[in-house]
T-cell receptor, first 115, second 117 residues
Framework: DAGVIQSPRHEVTEMGQEVTLRCKPISGHDYLFWYRQTMMRGLELLIYFNNNVPIDDSGMPEDRFSAKMPNASFSTLKIQPSEPRDSAVYFC?????????????FGPGTRLTVL | AQKITQTQPGMFVQEKEAVTLDCTYDTSDPSYGLFWYKQPSSGEMIFLIYQGSYDQQNATEGRYSLNFQKARKSANLVISASQLGDSAMYFCAMRAGYGGSQGNLIFGKGTKLSVKP
């Protein structure tokens, strides 16, 4: 089975531009998570979905960030407009269920650099 | 508040020796899951091992084992017979809480393990 797929793997953009990160979860997984990793803040949850519905978006930093999951096999995280402080590695993860025993499997991440 | 603490920013171990990476956690939830992930220099997050709060036995997965001491709220990762490929960042994480919050994986700051030949 293919793991979580993310694209692009690297993105370099200029401040003010729109950035769209993409994720395909593991087939059959009902939960999808977006995390951000920075040196200062470590790994932090941005938002997660259950059956394509956003459940907890309290980690989304501000209105410049939005996430969608139009179907069970695709999700996007959009930043508009981007700022240099958005530079980070963005991970998508998926799990079979949402309970505490369910393992989250991570994609390879997208390294975003905003100049 | 839920929290994961990893007190060792960096560790060295000689190849073929065992090493223990420390993790303590804090939650008032009696039901929780504890996870360890490995992040090599290439950047991906690799799941290693899981321990449930109600599990009676310590989890093991190949060379990885979890030393779970519930009363002390610790979940240390033990890697036996270290290999050069074990050099990486290791993160301890927890899922706890109720309702929507139980989806959240809370991570520690990580421990950088270096295996010396």
């Amino acid at each position: 089975d293919a793991g979580v797929i993310q694209s692009p793997r690297h993105e370099v953009t200029e401040m003010g531009q729109e950035v769209t990160l993409r994720c395909k979860p593991i087939s059959g997984h009902d939960y999808l998570f977006w995390y951000r990793q920075t040196m200062m803040r470590g790994l932090e949850l941005l938002i997660y979905f259950n059956n394509n519905v956003p459940i907890d978006d309290s980690g989304m930093p501000e209105d410049r960030f939005s996430a969608k999951m139009p179907n069970a096999s695709f999700s996007t995280l959009k930043i508009q407009p981007s700022e240099p402080r958005d530079s980070a590695v963005y991970f998508c993860a998926s799990s079979l269920g949402g309970v505490k025993t369910d393992t989250q499997y991570f994609g390879p991440g997208t390294r975003l650099t905003v100049l | 508040a839920q929290k994961i603490t990893q007190t060792q920013p960096g560790m060295f171990v000689q190849e073929k020796e065992a090493v223990t990476l420390d993790c303590t956690y804090d939650t008032s939830d009696p039901s929780y899951g504890l996870f360890w992930y490995k992040q090599p220099s290439s950047g991906e997050m690799i799941f290693l091992i899981y321990q449930g709060s109600y599990d009676q036995q310590n989890a093991t997965e190949g060379r990885y084992s979890l030393n779970f001491q519930k009363a002390r709220k610790s979940a240390n990762l033990v890697i036996s017979a270290s290999q050069l490929g074990d050099s990486a960042m290791y993160f301890c994480a927890m899922r706890a809480g109720y309702g929507g919050s139980q989806g959240n994986l809370i991570f520690g700051k990580g421990t950088k393990l270096s295996v010396k030949p």
